[in-house]
């Protein structure tokens, strides 16, 4: 235990902005130290979880007179094994969507499924809290035994003894699950694109659109450049910043045909997403944002569209209605001379992943593709 309460402590401080692009960056790349170990012999099972460096990673010990020893025994990472009476046992753990804002954002919370005979025991559990939340210490589970009647968890808090609850092993309350032991033949690799476009014309455009961004449409979700990316500084100038970057410039919609841009990008708790204003190159700056006050934005997609101005943004009908226009991002790019953009909420639970949209010349835009990622099951 000495060795893991160090790490514990460092979970929970604040983050340095430094600190935080460094987390975020890696938030959904660390391995979740989640680890199944069983003995099948005596029919014990138990999921033990770790936050240390250590590779392999430390895990803390259980008493012995509830595991036998097991919580000593070297891991394996393990995700499922059978035990000598027939039961089932399968583990998968996960983290939750690291942001950019919001007290501890960079520190989101740890969850881990289990499934025990087909049936869903545990979907999305936490066993260490994140965001504010881990600023009160809260108890970090050390592990969760499974025996033939019972569960047992233990949990640590900082600076106090570690603590063990056991509860029935009540299967008959808990839904087999029918998505995870289905049939292989309907899911997806995990991380597989898959593209959603009505019709012929465009599903081919949108497999194509697959194939010309380059490193991929991953690397555009997490944040990354690609190869269809327009470099929008090059093209505008910083009009403010106050809560959010707004810039304006001249782009071209098609070969020959300019508008003028106005980008309003932020990463804050209250706007961590990108609008955009396509308008007549003749029309003034000063005449969109007059018509745009950045401290309405939430209603923006409700405004009357002023003439000529095409208002491309989370919030609208043919684009995550349901989702406010402070947190849609919207990445412009170019393909065959004509300018697109690349559409995808900020929240990573929201479907589809992303989408991509086209301004159209007489005004208004048309969503053309939308792709969803094949994410782990929990």
């Given amino acids: ?51 240390s460096d250590d590779d392999p990673p430390s895990y803390p010990h259980l008493p012995q007179s509830l595991d036998h020893g097991l919580s000593a025994s070297t891991g394996s990472g393990r995700t499922d094994c059978t035990l000598a009476n027939g039961t089932t046992i399968r583990i998968r753990g996960g983290r939750e969507q690291a942001f950019a804002h919001g007290m501890g954002g960079g520190n989101p919370p740890e969850f881990f499924s289990m499934w025990i005979n087909r049936h869903k025991v545990f979907s999305r559990h936490i066993w260490m809290q994140g965001y504010a939340e881990s600023f009160n210490n809260p108890p970090v589970y050390d592990g969760v035994l499974v025996s033939a009647s019972h569960i047992t968890i233990c949990a640590t808090a900082e600076g106090a003894q570690q603590q063990c609850t056991s509860q029935p092993l009540d299967l008959a309350s808990a839904p087999i699950d029918r998505i995870e032991y289905g049939s292989n033949v309907q899911k997806s690799p995990l991380g597989h694109i898959s593209i959603i476009a009505k019709g012929t014309a465009n599903q081919h455009f949108c497999k194509a659109y697959l194939g010309l961004i380059k490193p991929g449409i991953e690397s555009a979700l997490d944040g990354g450049k690609t190869s269809l990316d327009i470099d929008i500084p090059l093209l505008t100038t910083q009009t403010s910043r106050n809560m959010s970057e707004a810039r304006s410039g001249l782009i071209k919609l098609l070969p020959g045909i300019n508008r003028r841009l106005m980008i309003w990008e932020g990463v804050s708790h209250y706007f961590d997403g990108t609008v955009v204003a396509l308008a007549p190159p003749s029309m003034a700056m000063q005449s969109i944002t007059a018509a745009y006050p950045f401290e309405d934005i939430e209603v923006w997609p409700k405004r009357a569209v002023p003439p000529g101005v095409t208002l491309i943004s989370g919030g609208q009908k043919q684009l995550y209605p349901d989702v406010s226009p402070r947190y849609v991002h919207l990445v412009p790019q170019r393909i065959d001379g004509t300018l697109y953009l690349l559409a995808f909420p900020t929240n990573r639970m929201i479907r589809p992943t992303a989408a991509l949209v086209k301004p159209l010349i007489g005004g208004g835009f048309a969503t053309l593709c939308a792709f969803n990622r094949s994410e782990p099951h929990y």
Wanted: hydrophobic share 55%; glycine share 0%.
């Fill in 1 to 51: 235990m000495k060795m893991i309460m160090p790490l514990r402590v460092l979970r929970y401080l604040v983050l340095t902005p430094l600190l935080l692009i460094s987390v975020l960056a890696r938030a959904d790349s660390q391995p979740n130290h989640v680890d199944l170990v069983c003995n099948a012999e005596a029919n014990l099972a138990l999921v033990r979880f770790s936050i």
